[in-house]
Protein backbone atom coordinates (compact mmCIF):
# COMPACT_ATOMS: atom_id res chain seq x y z
CA UNK A 1 0.00 0.00 0.00
CA UNK A 2 1.54 3.00 -1.28
CA UNK A 3 1.67 6.75 1.10
CA UNK A 4 -1.13 8.17 -0.68
CA UNK A 5 -3.82 5.59 0.16
CA UNK A 6 -2.42 5.23 4.10
CA UNK A 7 -3.23 9.29 4.15
CA UNK A 8 -6.39 8.79 2.87
CA UNK A 9 -7.42 5.83 5.09
CA UNK A 10 -5.81 8.50 8.13
CA UNK A 11 -7.63 11.01 7.20
CA UNK A 12 -10.69 8.93 7.23
CA UNK A 13 -9.94 8.26 10.41
CA UNK A 14 -9.79 11.50 11.66
CA UNK A 15 -12.75 12.14 10.00
CA UNK A 16 -14.51 9.14 12.08
CA UNK A 17 -13.10 10.54 15.10
CA UNK A 18 -14.61 14.27 15.04
CA UNK A 19 -17.68 12.85 13.91
CA UNK A 20 -18.24 10.21 16.45
CA UNK A 21 -16.79 12.37 19.39
CA UNK A 22 -18.25 16.07 18.05
CA UNK A 23 -21.46 14.01 17.22
CA UNK A 24 -22.71 13.34 20.41
CA UNK A 25 -21.66 17.22 20.93
CA UNK A 26 -24.13 18.53 18.67
CA UNK A 27 -26.47 16.18 20.10
CA UNK A 28 -26.70 18.09 23.37
CA UNK A 29 -26.56 21.35 22.01
CA UNK A 30 -29.12 21.04 20.40
CA UNK A 31 -30.94 19.17 23.00
CA UNK A 32 -30.80 22.21 25.24
CA UNK A 33 -33.82 23.58 23.42
CA UNK A 34 -35.78 20.28 24.08
CA UNK A 35 -35.23 18.70 27.25
CA UNK A 36 -34.74 20.89 30.35
CA UNK A 37 -38.23 21.34 32.30
CA UNK A 38 -40.05 23.00 35.15
CA UNK A 39 -40.00 26.71 36.49
CA UNK A 40 -37.05 29.31 35.01
CA UNK A 41 -34.93 28.31 37.39
CA UNK A 42 -35.35 24.11 37.21
CA UNK A 43 -34.76 24.89 33.64
CA UNK A 44 -31.92 26.92 33.98
CA UNK A 45 -30.38 24.34 36.16
CA UNK A 46 -30.90 21.69 34.03
CA UNK A 47 -29.57 23.23 30.92
CA UNK A 48 -26.26 23.97 32.98
CA UNK A 49 -26.23 19.89 33.60
CA UNK A 50 -26.77 19.41 30.14
CA UNK A 51 -23.73 21.24 28.99
CA UNK A 52 -21.44 20.03 31.91
CA UNK A 53 -21.65 16.82 30.57
CA UNK A 54 -19.46 18.11 27.60
CA UNK A 55 -17.72 20.71 29.19
CA UNK A 56 -14.43 18.56 29.79
CA UNK A 57 -14.20 17.10 26.27
CA UNK A 58 -16.31 19.05 23.59
CA UNK A 59 -13.01 21.41 22.64
CA UNK A 60 -10.46 17.87 22.83
CA UNK A 61 -13.34 16.79 20.22
CA UNK A 62 -12.68 19.28 17.93
CA UNK A 63 -9.44 18.95 17.67
CA UNK A 64 -10.17 16.23 15.59
CA UNK A 65 -11.62 18.60 12.99
CA UNK A 66 -8.38 20.90 13.17
CA UNK A 67 -6.21 17.69 12.56
CA UNK A 68 -8.35 16.23 9.72
CA UNK A 69 -8.31 19.27 7.93
CA UNK A 70 -4.60 19.86 8.41
CA UNK A 71 -3.57 16.13 7.09
CA UNK A 72 -5.82 16.87 4.17
CA UNK A 73 -3.78 20.47 3.49
CA UNK A 74 -0.68 18.79 3.98
CA UNK A 75 -1.09 15.63 2.39
CA UNK A 76 -3.65 16.48 -0.28
CA UNK A 77 -3.21 20.06 -0.97
CA UNK A 78 -5.30 19.95 -4.47
CA UNK A 79 -8.23 18.30 -2.60
CA UNK A 80 -7.80 20.85 0.08
CA UNK A 81 -7.73 23.90 -2.07
CA UNK A 82 -10.57 22.57 -4.46
CA UNK A 83 -12.89 21.78 -1.23
CA UNK A 84 -12.28 24.67 0.22
CA UNK A 85 -12.61 27.03 -2.01
CA UNK A 86 -15.69 25.02 -4.03
CA UNK A 87 -18.10 25.03 -0.65
CA UNK A 88 -16.61 27.95 0.64
CA UNK A 89 -20.27 28.96 1.66
CA UNK A 90 -21.42 25.89 3.26
CA UNK A 91 -17.37 25.52 5.11
CA UNK A 92 -17.33 29.29 6.01
CA UNK A 93 -21.19 28.59 7.82
CA UNK A 94 -20.04 25.76 9.92
CA UNK A 95 -16.89 28.04 11.00
CA UNK A 96 -18.74 30.51 11.69
CA UNK A 97 -21.24 28.51 13.21
CA UNK A 98 -18.16 26.73 15.27
CA UNK A 99 -16.77 29.66 16.68
CA UNK A 100 -19.94 30.76 17.90
CA UNK A 101 -20.54 27.95 19.57
CA UNK A 102 -16.83 28.46 21.24
CA UNK A 103 -18.39 31.75 22.52
CA UNK A 104 -21.18 30.50 24.15
CA UNK A 105 -19.43 27.83 25.59
CA UNK A 106 -16.74 29.90 27.68
CA UNK A 107 -18.48 33.00 28.03
CA UNK A 108 -22.35 31.48 29.20
CA UNK A 109 -21.27 31.61 32.80
CA UNK A 110 -19.30 34.70 32.81
CA UNK A 111 -22.76 36.61 33.52
CA UNK A 112 -25.03 35.71 36.07
CA UNK A 113 -27.69 37.21 33.69
CA UNK A 114 -31.18 35.49 33.00
CA UNK A 115 -31.02 37.42 29.12
CA UNK A 116 -27.12 36.85 28.82
CA UNK A 117 -27.51 32.66 29.10
CA UNK A 118 -31.21 33.18 26.85
CA UNK A 119 -28.39 34.30 24.35
CA UNK A 120 -25.65 31.95 25.02
CA UNK A 121 -27.83 28.78 24.92
CA UNK A 122 -29.32 30.18 21.26
CA UNK A 123 -25.72 30.50 19.92
CA UNK A 124 -24.79 27.11 21.53
CA UNK A 125 -28.13 25.09 19.97
CA UNK A 126 -27.68 27.46 16.14
CA UNK A 127 -23.67 26.93 16.44
CA UNK A 128 -24.80 22.81 16.75
CA UNK A 129 -27.59 22.66 14.63
CA UNK A 130 -26.03 24.21 11.59
CA UNK A 131 -22.88 21.88 11.49
CA UNK A 132 -24.91 18.79 11.93
CA UNK A 133 -26.82 19.74 8.80
CA UNK A 134 -24.24 20.71 6.50
CA UNK A 135 -21.76 18.01 7.27
CA UNK A 136 -24.59 15.95 6.08
CA UNK A 137 -24.59 17.74 2.83
CA UNK A 138 -20.93 18.15 2.31
CA UNK A 139 -20.07 14.91 2.37
CA UNK A 140 -23.52 13.68 0.18
CA UNK A 141 -21.65 15.80 -2.22
CA UNK A 142 -18.56 13.95 -2.28
CA UNK A 143 -20.39 10.73 -2.48
CA UNK A 144 -22.65 11.84 -5.42
CA UNK A 145 -19.93 13.80 -7.12
CA UNK A 146 -19.30 17.73 -7.82
CA UNK A 147 -18.98 19.81 -11.37
CA UNK A 148 -14.94 20.53 -11.88
CA UNK A 149 -13.56 21.43 -14.51
CA UNK A 150 -10.27 19.83 -16.18
CA UNK A 151 -8.01 22.31 -13.90
CA UNK A 152 -9.84 20.64 -11.24
CA UNK A 153 -11.83 23.94 -10.10
CA UNK A 154 -15.50 23.61 -9.13
CA UNK A 155 -17.60 25.02 -11.18
CA UNK A 156 -20.74 24.95 -9.84
CA UNK A 157 -23.16 27.50 -8.15
CA UNK A 158 -24.41 27.05 -4.69
CA UNK A 159 -27.45 25.20 -5.27
CA UNK A 160 -25.94 22.59 -7.63
CA UNK A 161 -24.66 21.04 -3.79
CA UNK A 162 -27.85 21.16 -2.57
CA UNK A 163 -29.92 18.60 -4.24
CA UNK A 164 -32.05 15.84 -2.84
CA UNK A 165 -29.59 13.36 -2.49
CA UNK A 166 -27.71 15.74 -0.42
CA UNK A 167 -29.88 17.56 1.52
CA UNK A 168 -30.85 14.32 2.69
CA UNK A 169 -27.70 13.48 3.87
CA UNK A 170 -28.16 16.55 6.41
CA UNK A 171 -31.18 15.41 7.39
CA UNK A 172 -29.45 11.88 8.11
CA UNK A 173 -26.28 13.65 10.25
CA UNK A 174 -28.60 15.92 11.94
CA UNK A 175 -30.92 13.19 13.58
CA UNK A 176 -28.01 10.77 13.85
CA UNK A 177 -26.30 13.35 15.92
CA UNK A 178 -29.19 14.05 18.09
CA UNK A 179 -29.73 10.38 18.47
CA UNK A 180 -26.05 10.14 19.64
CA UNK A 181 -26.58 12.74 22.03
CA UNK A 182 -29.81 11.79 23.57
CA UNK A 183 -28.21 8.08 24.28
CA UNK A 184 -24.82 9.98 25.33
CA UNK A 185 -26.93 12.47 28.26
CA UNK A 186 -28.92 9.28 29.24
CA UNK A 187 -25.35 7.45 30.04
CA UNK A 188 -24.06 10.71 31.48
CA UNK A 189 -26.59 12.10 34.30
CA UNK A 190 -29.44 10.42 36.54
CA UNK A 191 -32.73 11.31 37.86
CA UNK A 192 -35.40 12.79 35.63
CA UNK A 193 -33.15 13.91 32.88
CA UNK A 194 -31.82 10.49 32.50
CA UNK A 195 -35.54 9.09 31.88
CA UNK A 196 -36.20 12.09 29.10
CA UNK A 197 -32.92 11.55 27.29
CA UNK A 198 -33.75 7.77 27.48
CA UNK A 199 -37.09 8.74 25.80
CA UNK A 200 -36.40 10.77 23.67
CA UNK A 201 -33.20 8.78 22.26
CA UNK A 202 -36.32 5.97 21.90
CA UNK A 203 -38.24 8.25 19.67
CA UNK A 204 -35.08 9.64 17.66
CA UNK A 205 -33.48 6.28 16.53
CA UNK A 206 -36.61 5.07 14.62
CA UNK A 207 -36.82 8.49 12.86
CA UNK A 208 -32.68 8.28 12.41
CA UNK A 209 -33.11 4.67 11.44
CA UNK A 210 -35.38 5.15 8.62
CA UNK A 211 -33.58 8.44 7.08
CA UNK A 212 -30.47 6.54 7.31
CA UNK A 213 -31.82 3.41 5.85
CA UNK A 214 -33.79 5.59 2.39
CA UNK A 215 -29.94 7.78 1.79
CA UNK A 216 -27.53 4.72 2.46
CA UNK A 217 -29.56 2.40 0.03
CA UNK A 218 -29.31 5.66 -2.42
CA UNK A 219 -25.61 6.35 -2.00
CA UNK A 220 -25.23 2.48 -2.27
CA UNK A 221 -27.31 1.58 -5.56
CA UNK A 222 -26.52 5.20 -7.57
CA UNK A 223 -22.79 6.03 -6.27
CA UNK A 224 -20.91 3.11 -4.55
CA UNK A 225 -18.98 0.06 -5.64
CA UNK A 226 -20.20 -3.80 -4.44
CA UNK A 227 -17.97 -4.05 -0.75
CA UNK A 228 -19.30 -1.01 0.30
CA UNK A 229 -23.02 -3.15 0.89
CA UNK A 230 -21.18 -4.43 3.97
CA UNK A 231 -20.57 -0.65 5.51
CA UNK A 232 -24.44 -0.45 4.84
CA UNK A 233 -24.87 -3.61 6.23
CA UNK A 234 -23.44 -2.69 9.62
CA UNK A 235 -24.68 0.62 9.50
CA UNK A 236 -28.26 -0.83 9.59
CA UNK A 237 -27.09 -3.44 12.24
CA UNK A 238 -26.48 -0.63 14.59
CA UNK A 239 -28.89 1.81 14.20
CA UNK A 240 -31.58 -1.51 14.83
CA UNK A 241 -29.48 -2.19 17.58
CA UNK A 242 -29.73 1.47 18.78
CA UNK A 243 -33.54 1.02 18.69
CA UNK A 244 -33.67 -1.88 20.94
CA UNK A 245 -31.26 -0.95 23.06
CA UNK A 246 -32.95 2.60 24.12
CA UNK A 247 -36.07 0.94 24.97
CA UNK A 248 -34.59 -1.36 27.30
CA UNK A 249 -32.22 1.28 28.92
CA UNK A 250 -28.81 0.02 28.17
CA UNK A 251 -27.31 3.22 27.19
CA UNK A 252 -23.76 1.70 27.06
CA UNK A 253 -24.98 -0.48 24.18
CA UNK A 254 -27.15 1.87 22.62
CA UNK A 255 -24.61 4.10 22.60
CA UNK A 256 -21.76 1.79 21.46
CA UNK A 257 -24.13 1.03 18.61
CA UNK A 258 -24.65 4.35 17.64
CA UNK A 259 -20.54 4.94 17.28
CA UNK A 260 -20.39 1.71 15.15
CA UNK A 261 -22.88 3.45 12.95
CA UNK A 262 -21.22 6.51 12.35
CA UNK A 263 -18.08 4.68 11.73
CA UNK A 264 -20.06 2.15 9.12
CA UNK A 265 -21.21 5.66 7.59
CA UNK A 266 -17.54 7.31 7.41
CA UNK A 267 -16.61 3.18 5.62
CA UNK A 268 -19.43 4.19 3.07
CA UNK A 269 -18.38 7.72 2.13
CA UNK A 270 -14.53 7.20 1.93
CA UNK A 271 -15.48 3.62 -0.26
CA UNK A 272 -17.45 5.27 -2.44
CA UNK A 273 -15.06 8.05 -3.22
CA UNK A 274 -12.23 5.70 -3.40
CA UNK A 275 -9.52 5.88 -5.19
CA UNK A 276 -10.91 9.74 -5.75
CA UNK A 277 -10.52 12.33 -2.85
CA UNK A 278 -12.90 14.78 -4.74
CA UNK A 279 -15.43 12.76 -7.64
CA UNK A 280 -16.07 15.10 -10.17
CA UNK A 281 -19.85 14.33 -12.13
CA UNK A 282 -17.41 13.92 -14.87
CA UNK A 283 -14.70 10.98 -13.61
CA UNK A 284 -12.22 12.27 -16.24
CA UNK A 285 -11.95 15.53 -14.26
CA UNK A 286 -11.96 13.71 -10.11
CA UNK A 287 -9.02 14.59 -7.85
CA UNK A 288 -7.38 11.14 -6.99
CA UNK A 289 -5.07 10.32 -4.34
CA UNK A 290 -2.97 10.25 -6.83
CA UNK A 291 -3.51 13.38 -8.35
CA UNK A 292 -4.07 15.05 -5.64
CA UNK A 293 -1.08 14.21 -3.18
CA UNK A 294 1.53 15.48 -1.91
CA UNK A 295 5.50 14.27 -2.53
CA UNK A 296 6.61 11.32 -1.08
CA UNK A 297 9.16 12.84 0.56
CA UNK A 298 6.13 15.35 2.83
CA UNK A 299 3.59 11.94 3.30
CA UNK A 300 7.38 10.25 5.18
CA UNK A 301 7.60 12.78 7.22
CA UNK A 302 4.19 13.57 8.39
CA UNK A 303 3.92 9.30 9.10
CA UNK A 304 6.63 9.67 11.34
CA UNK A 305 5.32 12.15 13.28
CA UNK A 306 1.81 11.09 13.37
CA UNK A 307 3.30 7.57 14.63
CA UNK A 308 4.51 9.33 17.11
CA UNK A 309 2.67 11.38 18.20
CA UNK A 310 -1.00 10.02 17.35
CA UNK A 311 -0.74 7.40 20.90
CA UNK A 312 -0.08 10.50 22.84
CA UNK A 313 -2.96 12.03 22.05
CA UNK A 314 -5.09 9.20 21.74
CA UNK A 315 -3.66 8.42 25.66
CA UNK A 316 -4.37 11.59 26.87
CA UNK A 317 -8.00 11.88 25.71
CA UNK A 318 -8.83 8.71 26.83
CA UNK A 319 -7.35 9.52 29.82
CA UNK A 320 -9.86 12.52 29.76
CA UNK A 321 -12.74 10.89 29.58
CA UNK A 322 -12.08 8.24 32.17
CA UNK A 323 -11.49 10.57 34.73
CA UNK A 324 -15.01 12.82 34.28
CA UNK A 325 -16.55 8.82 33.56
CA UNK A 326 -18.72 9.33 36.18
CA UNK A 327 -22.69 10.31 36.10
CA UNK A 328 -24.08 13.73 36.73
CA UNK A 329 -27.28 14.84 38.73
CA UNK A 330 -28.29 18.02 39.14
CA UNK A 331 -26.97 18.01 43.00
CA UNK A 332 -23.50 18.49 41.09
CA UNK A 333 -24.47 21.56 39.55
CA UNK A 334 -23.80 24.68 42.39
CA UNK A 335 -25.81 27.87 42.06
CA UNK A 336 -24.26 30.66 39.27
CA UNK A 337 -21.35 32.37 40.36
CA UNK A 338 -21.20 34.74 37.19
CA UNK A 339 -20.47 38.19 37.68
CA UNK A 340 -23.89 40.77 37.48
CA UNK A 341 -24.28 44.19 36.33
CA UNK A 342 -26.62 46.97 36.81
CA UNK A 343 -29.31 48.02 34.21
CA UNK A 344 -29.08 52.17 33.59
CA UNK A 345 -32.80 53.21 32.43
CA UNK A 346 -33.21 56.47 31.42
CA UNK A 347 -35.95 58.89 33.09
CA UNK A 348 -37.65 61.50 31.48
Known sequence: MDLPVIWFLLVAVLWTG????????????????????????????????????????????EVWLLTAGGATFAAFPEWYATLFSGFYLPLF???????????????????????WRAWADRALMVGSFV??????????NLVRGVELDADHQYVGGLLA??????????????????????????????GEMRGRAATFAARSSVVTLALAGVWAVWAQVAYSVAWTWAAVLVA???????????????????????AVAIVAAV????????????????????LTVANASSTDYTLT?????????????????????????????????PESTGLTFARVTARS
Open 236 to 258: AASLAVVVVATRARREGVAFTAS
Open 301 to 333: VMTWVAGILTPVVLLYQGWTYWVFRKRLTLEHI
Open 161 to 190: LLSPFALLGGLVTLSLFLTHGAVFLAMKVD
Open 131 to 140: PSLLWGVAFA
Open 18 to 61: YLVLEGFDFGVGMLLAVLPRGDRARREKERRLLINTVGPVWDGN
Open 267 to 286: VLIFGSMFPAVMPALDPAHS
Open 93 to 115: LILLALIVRVVAFEWRGKIDDDR
